[in-house]
């Protein structure tokens, strides 16, 4: 599903908005690590994947993206974790552990 950055779903969307999945390969938000980053492309483009929530309720993963071309409902999409990102914060985060 997409929503605008309102909180409307929408068939279409280009700019700030949300993508709910059922599976991810990001990271989300919780246990004191942030979340993962990283691209989502189609159609040969690439946008950012800027923040990953899980809805703990429905089992669904919302990803906060800046599209950067017209993505529709119906598109095929890559996930891709910012592999850089991730290591940095596994480390931050265990040495929170430490201290």
């Not at 280009?14 to 999945?21: A, R, V």
């Not at 974790?81 to 265990?94: E, G, L, Y």
């Amino acid at each position: 599903m997409l929503f605008n950055s309102d909180g409307d779903t929408v068939d279409s969307l280009k700019g700030h908005g949300f993508i709910l999945f059922d599976k991810t390969p990001f990271y989300a938000l919780g246990g004191g690590q942030a979340s993962d980053k990283g691209t989502i492309s189609f159609d040969n483009k690439t946008s950012e994947v800027l923040d990953v929530r899980k809805d703990i309720i429905k089992k669904y993963y919302i990803h906060e993206v800046n599209i950067s071309h017209e993505l529709k409902i119906e598109d095929i999409v890559t996930l891709k974790v910012d592999a850089d990102f991730r290591h940095k914060a596994s480390i931050n985060h265990s040495a929170l552990h430490m201290t």
